[in-house]
C-alpha cells in the first residue's frame, strides 16, 4: 500500500502512512495515526484516550481519571457508582492482559515509568517485555 500523504513509498495497512512522512510531515500524518491507534484500541472495548474527567484512578503513571460507568486506559478499572472497581485482578496480584497494536505507542522512557509506578504500588516482580523493541 502506497503512503496516504506522499504517495511514493510504502506504508503500513493500519497507518496508511510511510515512516518517513510520520517524522516529516508530522501534522498530516497525525489524524492518520490517531485513527489506527483509536480502531485498534476499539476493537478490545478500549478508550482511544486516558480518560480526564471523572475520578482519579492513581494506579498507574497515566492517571486516568474516569467517568462513571466508564474504563480507564487500561481496560482493567472502572468507576462504578462513584468508586474505582477492579475488573480483574487486584492491586497486589495484577493480571496478565495485552493487546495487539499495530502502531507502538509508548516509548521506552514511558514504559519505565509505568513499571516503577507499579513498583512504587506495590507490584512484585513487574517485568517490560520486548523492551528491546523500544529503543
Known sequence: MKCAICKKKEASIALRVCADCIKK???KAKPLVEEAHKKSRERFGLPSKIPKKGILCGLCANNCKIPEGEKGYCGLRMNKGGKIIHLAGTPKKGLLNYYYDALPTTSWEYAHRCAEAA???????????????LR
Not at 512504587?120 to 520486548?130: C, D, E, F, S, Y
Open 25 to 27: 510531515r508530522w501534522k
Open 119 to 133: 513498583r512504587r504500588a506495590g507490584l512484585r516482580r513487574v517485568r517490560i517485555g520486548n523492551i528491546h523493541l
